[in-house]
């Protein structure tokens, strides 16, 4: 427990710090660079197959937005007739995604502020966590899905897999300029992944795309 509060004390400070305006201008339409659109297009892509694991129709069911960020997944989901609990770990980002709802979806959404984990947000049909534990340990994923899972009956979430052209792009520092460079990243084997969790554990699909490189799980405990 202790390396997944130290990580997730991490994650807060550069979301909420150097990142929050970076993060703010990727997930928008405003023009970005080379790197950083390639970026914007395969989450825009996982985001997409997320999504596609759940009904088209979500009236009456309760959606986790686990690492809600500036609120894209927020927006469809609620679109899709959720009602939705958009949780993140910073203050700034989850201001962001409040002030992004359109006025029209904002009576299903409520906003969170902190560990999407905690027991007080409540029970869900489907929590969807994207790129929210890509930071974190197999052991610190294991228990946070297992617990994610006890209020749950399905959690898709993504994580970085342990491939050549990653772990070079990543050792050499290009995801971002260093000045912007996020949290270490862990890349994962799955196999050593799924040991981790035990049973219940799926690879739905991979988007690559550019300097976005991520893999769709999906875990029903």
């Known amino acids: 427990m202790a390396s997944y509060t130290a990580t997730r004390d991490r994650v807060e400070s550069y979301f909420d710090g150097t990142a929050t305006k970076t993060w703010e201008r990727l997930t928008s339409d405003a023009p970005v660079s080379r790197i950083r659109q390639t970026v914007r297009e395969g989450r825009d892509r996982m985001r997409a197959l997320m999504l596609s694991r759940l009904p088209e129709d979500l009236r009456g069911a309760r959606v986790l937005d686990a690492g809600c960020g500036t609120g894209a997944m927020t927006e469809e989901l609620a679109m899709r007739g959720a009602t939705v ?37 409540g029970r869900f049909d489907f929590v969807l966590a994207m790129d929210s534990l890509i930071y974190y340990d197999a052991a610190d994923i294991a228990r946070t899905l297992h617990a ?21 792009m990543w050792n050499a520092g290009k995801l971002f300029p260093r000045s912007d460079r996020s949290p270490v990243m862990i890349p994962h084997d799955l196999k050593d992944l799924g040991r981790a969790t035990g049973p219940g554990l799926a690879k739905i699909g991979r988007v690559s795309r550019g300097f976005y490189i991520s893999d769709c799980m999906e875990y029903r405990p």
């Open 148 to 168: 994610l899972g006890q209020r749950a009956g399905q959690v898709v979430f993504t994580v970085a897999p342990r491939t050549p052209l990653l772990m070079l």
């Open 85 to 121: 609990m958009a949780a993140d770990i910073s203050p700034k980002l989850v201001q962001i995604a409040r002030d992004r709802l359109p006025e029209g979806l904002r009576p299903q959404v409520s906003f969170h502020a902190g560990d999407m984990t905690d027991p007080a947000l």
